[in-house]
């Protein structure tokens, strides 16, 4: 059967499903819309629990340092005078109370600035925001291995009898010690709960489904005008 030569086909852009702006549609090039607002699955919900357990350490972490910190340099203080005793009146003694001072001021400070962080990152990253993903990443990477640096010293320390004889020493504190393989294993947690699939789908869905509500509340200007597009 022969084709009718003054048959006018229609051209191939309108046999095509369209995208977005009337361009024809092209498979895989844009990326499909959630349906509704994407939900945590139990991997993310257990990095947001991570996250705000990590929030709660730091507290602790920090009450107990403020609460003991001047227990364990005054013993070293004491330390030190019985070393240095033998050479003369050792006045130090005065202004490292004027250190301990200080450094619990500062120690509370920063305690405060690192729970406020972390629960602004632990909240955003239930919303689905990836930069609070990232975020919560790169400081667990630099504390673990702040962390592993640590207890590698403390072994290490412990081998060769370099570790202070002062039972109140922060290397010699078991509770220290187990806090800082506690913190290391938790933020060792976190890193592996911020890299797997659930989470990075969960974030980019979440900036899909956001950018796409945004889309939807805003206002098309050819409608404005009875689909007549603004003269200035």
């Known amino acids: 059967m022969s084709q009718n030569p003054y048959y ?11 995208g977005p702006y009337g361009q024809p549609y092209q498979p895989g090039a844009y990326a499909p819309v959630p349906e509704k607002k994407p939900e945590p ?18 507290l602790v972490s ?3 340092n403020s609460v003991t910190l001047r227990d364990r340099m005054n013993a070293l203080l004491e330390q030190q005078n019985s070393l240095y005793s033998q050479y003369g009146n050792y006045s130090s003694v005065y202004l490292s109370d004027s250190v301990i001072t200080t450094s619990i001021v500062i120690g509370i400070l920063m305690a405060v600035i690192i729970v406020a962080l972390t629960v602004v990152i632990g909240y955003f990253y239930a919303k689905g925001h990836t930069w609070a993903r990232i975020t919560a990443l790169v400081l667990s990477s630099i504390g673990t291995a702040f962390g592993v640096i640590a207890l ?3 072994l290490m320390g412990a081998g060769t009898g370099s570790v202070s004889y002062s039972p109140y020493s922060t ?17 060792g947690a976190i890193i592996v709960f911020m890299v797997l699939r659930d989470a990075t789908q969960y974030t ?5 489904w956001r950018m796409y509500q945004q889309n939807q509340s805003g206002v098309n200007p050819y409608q404005q005008q009875g689909n007549q597009p603004y003269n200035h």
Request: charged share 5%.
């Open 152 to 154: 590698i010293m403390i």
């Open 62 to 64: 920090s009450i107990y």
């Open 8 to 18: 006018q086909y229609p051209p191939s852009y309108a046999q095509q499903p369209q």
């Open 171 to 187: 290397m010699n504190d078991p509770v220290s010690i187990g806090m800082t393989i506690f913190s290391t294993v938790l933020q």
């Open 41 to 58: 699955s139990t991997v993310v919900k257990t990095g947001i629990y991570l996250i705000f357990g990590y929030a709660l350490y730091a």
């Open 204 to 208: 980019a869905q979440s900036r899909i």
